[in-house]
Protein backbone atom coordinates (compact mmCIF):
# COMPACT_ATOMS: atom_id res chain seq x y z
CA UNK A 1 0.00 0.00 0.00
CA UNK A 2 1.69 3.48 -1.02
CA UNK A 3 0.75 4.80 2.58
CA UNK A 4 3.51 5.17 4.90
CA UNK A 5 7.20 4.88 5.18
CA UNK A 6 9.27 2.19 4.99
CA UNK A 7 9.85 1.64 8.82
CA UNK A 8 10.21 -1.77 9.47
CA UNK A 9 13.30 -3.05 8.16
CA UNK A 10 14.67 0.39 9.69
CA UNK A 11 13.69 -0.45 13.10
CA UNK A 12 14.52 -3.72 12.79
CA UNK A 13 18.32 -2.85 11.85
CA UNK A 14 18.63 -1.00 14.79
CA UNK A 15 16.35 -2.36 17.30
CA UNK A 16 18.55 -5.92 16.67
CA UNK A 17 21.56 -3.94 17.65
CA UNK A 18 20.24 -2.00 20.71
CA UNK A 19 18.75 -5.01 22.45
CA UNK A 20 20.56 -8.00 21.35
CA UNK A 21 22.28 -9.43 18.84
CA UNK A 22 20.80 -12.53 17.03
CA UNK A 23 23.01 -15.60 16.08
CA UNK A 24 22.28 -14.86 12.64
CA UNK A 25 20.81 -12.84 9.83
CA UNK A 26 16.66 -12.68 9.61
CA UNK A 27 14.26 -12.35 6.80
CA UNK A 28 12.63 -9.10 6.97
CA UNK A 29 9.68 -8.91 5.01
CA UNK A 30 7.08 -5.95 5.03
CA UNK A 31 4.11 -6.32 2.43
CA UNK A 32 0.62 -5.18 1.67
CA UNK A 33 -2.23 -5.34 -0.45
CA UNK A 34 -5.28 -3.41 -0.85
CA UNK A 35 -8.39 -3.42 -3.25
CA UNK A 36 -8.15 -1.97 -6.73
CA UNK A 37 -4.07 -1.65 -6.07
CA UNK A 38 -1.09 -3.88 -6.47
CA UNK A 39 0.89 -5.39 -4.03
CA UNK A 40 3.87 -3.58 -2.27
CA UNK A 41 6.47 -5.67 -0.72
CA UNK A 42 10.17 -4.82 0.92
CA UNK A 43 12.43 -7.26 1.63
CA UNK A 44 15.81 -7.30 3.59
CA UNK A 45 17.71 -8.73 6.21
CA UNK A 46 18.46 -7.83 10.21
CA UNK A 47 21.60 -6.76 11.20
CA UNK A 48 23.28 -8.77 13.40
CA UNK A 49 26.22 -6.59 14.59
CA UNK A 50 26.38 -3.92 16.72
CA UNK A 51 25.76 -0.39 15.39
CA UNK A 52 29.19 1.29 15.58
CA UNK A 53 30.54 -2.02 13.57
CA UNK A 54 28.26 -0.60 10.22
CA UNK A 55 29.23 1.19 7.41
CA UNK A 56 26.79 2.47 4.58
CA UNK A 57 27.60 -0.45 2.70
CA UNK A 58 26.79 -2.85 5.20
CA UNK A 59 23.55 -1.76 5.74
CA UNK A 60 23.17 -1.96 1.31
CA UNK A 61 23.74 -4.92 1.96
CA UNK A 62 21.21 -6.19 3.70
CA UNK A 63 18.17 -4.97 1.14
CA UNK A 64 17.14 -7.72 -1.07
CA UNK A 65 17.93 -6.20 -4.41
CA UNK A 66 16.90 -9.84 -6.69
CA UNK A 67 14.60 -11.74 -3.96
CA UNK A 68 12.34 -14.25 -5.82
CA UNK A 69 8.88 -12.30 -4.68
CA UNK A 70 5.53 -14.51 -5.54
CA UNK A 71 1.63 -13.43 -4.35
CA UNK A 72 -0.32 -16.52 -5.12
CA UNK A 73 -4.58 -15.95 -5.86
CA UNK A 74 -7.05 -18.37 -7.38
CA UNK A 75 -4.16 -20.52 -7.99
CA UNK A 76 -2.29 -17.92 -10.32
CA UNK A 77 1.01 -17.16 -9.06
CA UNK A 78 2.36 -13.49 -10.21
CA UNK A 79 5.84 -12.77 -10.00
CA UNK A 80 7.02 -9.30 -8.64
CA UNK A 81 9.68 -7.37 -9.52
CA UNK A 82 11.91 -4.58 -8.14
CA UNK A 83 10.73 -1.16 -8.49
CA UNK A 84 12.76 1.97 -7.27
CA UNK A 85 10.98 5.05 -6.26
CA UNK A 86 12.02 7.65 -3.90
CA UNK A 87 8.50 7.67 -2.24
CA UNK A 88 9.48 5.12 0.36
CA UNK A 89 12.61 5.44 2.42
CA UNK A 90 14.73 2.21 1.38
CA UNK A 91 13.81 3.56 -2.22
CA UNK A 92 12.79 -0.44 -3.87
CA UNK A 93 10.16 -2.58 -3.30
CA UNK A 94 8.50 -5.74 -5.47
CA UNK A 95 4.85 -5.39 -7.35
CA UNK A 96 3.02 -6.19 -10.29
CA UNK A 97 1.21 -4.22 -12.27
CA UNK A 98 -0.98 -7.03 -13.35
CA UNK A 99 -2.40 -8.20 -9.96
CA UNK A 100 -4.71 -5.88 -8.27
CA UNK A 101 -6.20 -6.39 -4.64
CA UNK A 102 -9.86 -7.57 -4.79
CA UNK A 103 -12.28 -7.52 -1.86
CA UNK A 104 -12.59 -10.89 -0.34
CA UNK A 105 -9.53 -11.99 -2.25
CA UNK A 106 -7.27 -14.04 -0.37
CA UNK A 107 -3.55 -13.92 -0.89
CA UNK A 108 -0.44 -15.77 -0.59
CA UNK A 109 2.72 -14.22 -0.19
CA UNK A 110 6.20 -16.14 -0.60
CA UNK A 111 9.62 -14.46 -0.51
CA UNK A 112 12.75 -16.69 -1.28
CA UNK A 113 16.42 -14.98 -0.82
CA UNK A 114 19.99 -15.76 0.20
CA UNK A 115 18.78 -19.34 1.41
CA UNK A 116 15.91 -17.92 3.68
CA UNK A 117 12.32 -18.27 3.00
CA UNK A 118 9.24 -16.71 4.03
CA UNK A 119 5.30 -16.99 3.67
CA UNK A 120 1.90 -15.94 4.82
CA UNK A 121 -1.37 -15.68 3.73
CA UNK A 122 -3.78 -12.67 4.10
CA UNK A 123 -7.34 -11.61 2.86
CA UNK A 124 -9.05 -7.98 2.06
CA UNK A 125 -11.87 -7.60 3.89
CA UNK A 126 -14.90 -5.21 3.44
CA UNK A 127 -14.34 -1.63 3.93
CA UNK A 128 -15.48 0.27 6.78
CA UNK A 129 -17.56 3.48 6.89
CA UNK A 130 -17.41 6.69 7.45
CA UNK A 131 -20.38 8.82 8.13
CA UNK A 132 -18.96 12.65 9.28
CA UNK A 133 -15.83 14.62 9.85
CA UNK A 134 -14.95 17.02 12.06
CA UNK A 135 -11.80 19.32 11.64
CA UNK A 136 -11.05 21.37 15.08
CA UNK A 137 -8.76 24.59 15.10
CA UNK A 138 -5.83 23.95 17.88
CA UNK A 139 -6.06 26.26 20.87
CA UNK A 140 -3.32 29.08 20.85
CA UNK A 141 -2.23 28.34 17.20
CA UNK A 142 -3.04 29.59 13.75
CA UNK A 143 -1.23 26.88 11.58
CA UNK A 144 -2.24 23.71 13.09
CA UNK A 145 -5.63 21.86 13.35
CA UNK A 146 -7.20 18.29 14.42
CA UNK A 147 -9.16 15.55 12.25
CA UNK A 148 -11.56 13.14 13.86
CA UNK A 149 -14.09 10.76 12.10
CA UNK A 150 -16.85 8.70 13.01
CA UNK A 151 -16.77 5.20 12.05
CA UNK A 152 -19.48 2.83 11.04
CA UNK A 153 -18.29 -0.64 11.45
CA UNK A 154 -19.67 -3.39 9.73
CA UNK A 155 -23.06 -4.46 11.41
CA UNK A 156 -23.00 -7.49 13.36
CA UNK A 157 -19.38 -7.97 12.72
CA UNK A 158 -16.23 -7.53 15.10
CA UNK A 159 -14.79 -4.96 12.99
CA UNK A 160 -10.43 -3.58 12.94
CA UNK A 161 -9.51 -0.29 11.28
CA UNK A 162 -6.40 1.10 10.85
CA UNK A 163 -5.83 4.95 9.68
CA UNK A 164 -3.16 6.17 7.37
CA UNK A 165 -2.72 10.12 6.21
CA UNK A 166 -1.24 11.93 3.59
CA UNK A 167 -1.07 15.79 3.55
CA UNK A 168 -0.08 17.96 0.80
CA UNK A 169 3.05 19.50 0.42
CA UNK A 170 4.58 17.77 2.97
CA UNK A 171 4.02 13.57 2.56
CA UNK A 172 5.27 11.76 -0.79
CA UNK A 173 3.12 9.06 0.53
CA UNK A 174 0.23 7.87 2.95
CA UNK A 175 2.10 7.58 6.45
CA UNK A 176 0.35 5.42 9.82
CA UNK A 177 -1.62 7.51 11.75
CA UNK A 178 0.21 7.59 15.38
CA UNK A 179 -2.09 5.66 17.85
CA UNK A 180 -5.23 5.47 15.10
CA UNK A 181 -6.93 2.34 15.58
CA UNK A 182 -10.31 1.50 16.09
CA UNK A 183 -11.69 -1.75 17.34
CA UNK A 184 -16.03 -2.18 17.68
CA UNK A 185 -15.63 -3.57 20.58
CA UNK A 186 -13.38 -1.08 22.82
CA UNK A 187 -15.04 1.91 21.05
CA UNK A 188 -18.82 3.62 21.56
CA UNK A 189 -20.97 3.82 18.70
CA UNK A 190 -20.96 7.80 18.87
CA UNK A 191 -17.37 8.14 19.67
CA UNK A 192 -15.67 10.80 17.27
CA UNK A 193 -11.93 9.09 16.68
CA UNK A 194 -8.63 11.38 16.34
CA UNK A 195 -6.85 10.78 13.53
CA UNK A 196 -3.41 11.56 14.12
CA UNK A 197 -0.80 13.26 11.29
CA UNK A 198 1.50 10.80 10.32
CA UNK A 199 5.26 11.11 11.15
CA UNK A 200 8.11 10.26 8.83
CA UNK A 201 11.56 11.75 10.79
CA UNK A 202 10.30 12.23 14.61
CA UNK A 203 13.71 13.64 15.00
CA UNK A 204 12.57 17.06 13.32
CA UNK A 205 8.63 17.08 13.40
CA UNK A 206 7.18 15.63 16.52
CA UNK A 207 3.37 17.45 15.85
CA UNK A 208 0.00 15.20 15.38
CA UNK A 209 -1.79 17.59 13.88
CA UNK A 210 -2.31 19.28 10.48
CA UNK A 211 -1.21 22.30 9.11
CA UNK A 212 -4.16 24.69 8.20
CA UNK A 213 -4.71 25.44 4.50
CA UNK A 214 -3.12 21.65 3.48
CA UNK A 215 -5.75 19.00 1.75
CA UNK A 216 -4.96 15.62 3.41
CA UNK A 217 -5.77 12.36 2.16
CA UNK A 218 -6.84 9.85 4.81
CA UNK A 219 -7.45 5.88 4.29
CA UNK A 220 -9.18 3.98 6.84
CA UNK A 221 -7.93 0.40 6.46
CA UNK A 222 -10.37 -2.74 7.42
CA UNK A 223 -7.94 -4.89 9.25
CA UNK A 224 -8.00 -8.48 10.60
CA UNK A 225 -7.57 -9.47 14.17
CA UNK A 226 -3.64 -10.24 13.35
CA UNK A 227 -2.89 -6.67 11.78
CA UNK A 228 -4.54 -4.82 14.70
CA UNK A 229 -2.47 -7.14 17.01
CA UNK A 230 0.73 -6.11 14.63
CA UNK A 231 -0.05 -2.37 14.92
CA UNK A 232 -1.29 -1.94 18.56
CA UNK A 233 2.56 -3.64 19.54
CA UNK A 234 4.13 -0.86 16.90
CA UNK A 235 2.05 1.88 18.98
CA UNK A 236 3.17 0.86 22.02
CA UNK A 237 6.47 0.39 20.93
CA UNK A 238 6.18 4.12 19.97
CA UNK A 239 5.07 5.16 23.39
CA UNK A 240 7.88 3.30 25.20
CA UNK A 241 11.05 2.95 23.17
CA UNK A 242 14.16 5.31 25.18
CA UNK A 243 15.16 5.94 21.27
CA UNK A 244 12.77 8.33 19.56
CA UNK A 245 13.20 6.95 15.90
CA UNK A 246 13.82 3.15 17.18
CA UNK A 247 10.92 1.68 18.69
CA UNK A 248 11.68 -2.03 19.81
CA UNK A 249 10.36 -4.69 18.13
CA UNK A 250 11.09 -8.14 18.77
CA UNK A 251 7.52 -7.79 20.00
CA UNK A 252 6.10 -7.23 16.83
CA UNK A 253 4.95 -10.16 16.06
CA UNK A 254 3.39 -10.32 12.49
CA UNK A 255 1.73 -13.41 10.51
CA UNK A 256 4.72 -15.05 8.53
CA UNK A 257 6.21 -17.97 8.95
CA UNK A 258 10.08 -17.78 8.36
CA UNK A 259 10.72 -13.91 8.37
CA UNK A 260 9.71 -10.83 10.69
CA UNK A 261 7.73 -8.29 9.42
CA UNK A 262 3.85 -8.73 7.57
CA UNK A 263 1.49 -9.23 4.80
CA UNK A 264 -1.33 -7.59 5.38
CA UNK A 265 -4.79 -7.12 3.35
CA UNK A 266 -5.77 -3.72 3.50
CA UNK A 267 -10.11 -3.21 2.87
CA UNK A 268 -9.32 0.64 2.03
CA UNK A 269 -12.18 3.61 2.28
CA UNK A 270 -10.36 6.81 1.55
CA UNK A 271 -11.56 10.52 1.81
CA UNK A 272 -10.69 14.15 1.61
CA UNK A 273 -10.69 16.37 3.91
CA UNK A 274 -9.88 20.61 2.66
Not at 108 to 119: E, I, K, P, T
Not at 194 to 209: A, F, H, K, M, W
Not at 221 to 231: L, P, R, V
Not at 234 to 259: C, D, H, R, T, W
Amino acid sequence: MKRHKYILSLLLFFSSCIKYTPSQDQLVVEGWIENDESPIVFVSSSVTNTFSEQTLQDFISHIAFNAKVTVTHQGTQYKLQPHFTDKFFMGMYYTNPDLKGKIGGTYQLDVQWNGMHASGITTINEPGKLDSIVVECITDSDTLCSIKVHVVPTPNMHSFYKFFSKETNRDSTYIASSGSLYDSELVRQDEMIVINRGISNPLVDQTPYYHTGNTVRIKMASIGYDSYEYWSKYNEAQLFSPVVILPYSNKMKGNLEGALGYWFGYGITEVTVN
